[in-house]
């Protein structure tokens, strides 16, 4: 062997990726080698999430969700216990290190719920007009009273105050208040049974978004290793810098959007948080439903115009909790959530505890994948994006989206040690895919939520050289080019030093090329 094919094929050796496990073949196009990752590759931007529960825990339905579309699985504390939790923490990681592909966990922490008593026979009916009483007495409730456990939270209540019981179908009015008790005014009536949910829309109440549960889950969850936290009912800014303190850096923060005050404190809250989900449950009790689509649309594009991820969530498809199919709305609204430019659409209770799984993705996915081959999808995602011009890095991911827009470049890919360059590319939304090159599995796991990303482990570099041609591995690997195409290569330099995002290079998909002299 040559002097030059042996420096050669050392060069090519320290610059390589972490293999997906033997899951690619080799194709000859007849001048080189074109490496393709089978199955590996989403065929769409949007990233799906799914809820992970009885009717999803088993590795071979896990499996089969992964290979179906989902790239972020969450893991629900308000249901389950801290070994089912655990149980499925490991199936994921289990398929994670099958597939040889990054793969996101959010846990979603329950939050300071609150939830009215016990009632004697398990129900009560409430019937419009007549008085009802919340109070602190042990007692079994009736048609007249329940106890509220955490009957505190109520003192601050006015006359006038709006009370929702079991998601809005049970509707109250304050009519008097006193120290250990709440009287109201039964507006909508009907059947009420133990611990259903309440709801207090009109004021920002005295709670923390931590309970004492809420505490002993975080810590339990990140000492599993998550990558993203989900925080429940956030009214305030102040409630994310709390969380961030308990975490303390071991997960990244999500933000839950399920109050009107948190629909108010937005701009504040988008500021602190890291992600954002914009939860339509308990939105859409608190505040008047015709309010929701817009409320989604501004959120979102906040969101993109932060470039910080932004989940739509609830009822997606809730028909398919029981039904193969979902009806044409569910169709629908999940398509507008992607015609929105939202980082990632979410499955609940239709992979958790739902008889179709397996086709709710598969439905999804499809949606998602017809949608955003279409041209008006194009359209909609360009002229809502959102100018932010901050510094360098902004300007070299813009720059990039701007040259793959403008040339025969097949994709773009970002060197990242934080994740920031990998967000800032795609908060771009380019029409060219996006491969996210990292040393740091921890890094790959949290930024696969981010829309368009594909998040690729390499070993580190120190060299620009050795950057471009771990580029253009993984570029060619998972079938996103072949030798004789190009790809664009962002990075900083100095290496691993976060935020110096300052080169844009456009390379040969060929690493033959990138040595033999065309990037020094």
């Not at 079991?166 to 709440?182: H, M, P, S, W």
Request: glycine share 8%.
């Amino acid at each position: 062997m040559s002097e030059t094919v042996q420096k050669r094929v050392n060069f090519l050796n320290i610059c390589t990726i972490v293999p997906p496990n033997g899951l690619w073949q080799i194709l000859s196009n007849g001048c080189g080698e074109v490496f393709v990752a089978e199955g590996l590759r989403r065929k769409r931007n949007v990233k799906i999430v799914a809820t992970l529960g009885p009717a999803s825990s088993s590795q071979e339905i896990v499996e089969k969700l992964f290979e179906e579309g989902v790239d972020v699985f969450r893991l629900n504390l308000s249901h389950g216990t801290h070994g089912e939790i655990r149980k499925r923490h490991s199936t994921i990681r289990n398929v994670e290190k099958k597939f040889g592909r990054p793969i996101c966990i959010l846990a979603d922490l329950q939050g300071p719920k609150l939830r009215c008593g016990k009632f004697d026979g398990q129900e009560a009916e409430l019937i419009v007009g007549n008085s009802f009483r919340f109070d602190n007495k042990d007692e079994l409730g009736n048609c007249h009273r329940v106890t509220l456990p955490n009957f505190e939270v109520f003192k601050g209540l006015q006359i006038g105050s709006k009370v929702l019981v079991n998601d809005g179908k049970i509707r109250l009015v304050v009519k008097a208040t006193g120290d250990d008790f709440v009287e109201t005014e039964v507006v909508l009536g009907g059947i009420v049974s133990d611990r259903k949910g309440i709801n207090i829309p009109d004021q920002v109440l005295p709670l923390s978004a931590l309970s004492e549960k809420d505490m002993e889950d975080l810590e339990f969850v990140c000492s599993l290793g998550i990558d993203w936290l989900g925080l429940s009912f956030v009214q305030r800014a102040s409630d994310i810098g709390r969380a961030r303190k308990l975490i303390k850096g071991r997960a990244a923060i999500l933000a839950k959007i399920e109050k009107p005050s948190a629909v108010e404190a937005f701009d504040e809250i988008l500021e602190e948080t890291d992600a954002v989900m914009v939860a339509r449950g308990d939105l859409g009790v608190e505040l008047p439903i015709e309010t929701l689509p817009p409320i989604q649309k501004r959120l979102v594009r906040q969101c993109r115009a932060h470039g910080k991820p932004v989940i739509v969530a609830t009822q997606m498809m809730e028909s398919m909790i029981k039904s193969p199919v979902p009806t044409r709305a569910e169709v629908s609204d999940v398509a507008q959530a992607i015609y929105e430019g939202a980082d990632a659409i979410m499955l609940s209770a239709e992979s958790a505890v739902g008889q179709y799984p397996i086709e709710a993705v598969k439905t999804m996915n499809s949606i998602a994948t017809e949608v955003e081959k279409e041209k008006t999808y194009r359209q909609v995602i360009e002229s809502s994006r959102t100018p932010l011009k901050r510094g360098v890095s902004d300007a070299i991911t813009v720059a990039a989206r701007e040259v793959a827009e403008t040339t025969n470049v097949k994709v773009i890919c970002c060197f990242t040690h934080t994740g920031t360059t990998a967000a800032l590319t795609s908060r771009e939304r380019p029409r060219v895919p996006i491969i996210a090159l990292t040393p740091k599995i921890a890094i790959a796991r949290r930024i696969a939520l981010n829309w368009g990303l594909h998040c690729v482990v390499t070993q580190e570099v120190n060299r620009f050289k050795m950057a471009v041609v771990n580029a253009a591995k993984a570029a060619r690997l998972y079938g996103f080019a072949m030798d004789k195409d190009k790809i664009i290569v962002i990075a900083g330099v100095p290496f691993n030093v976060p935020g110096t995002t300052n080169i844009l290079r456009v390379a040969p998909a060929d690493e033959k090329k990138i040595f033999d002299g065309e990037i020094s």
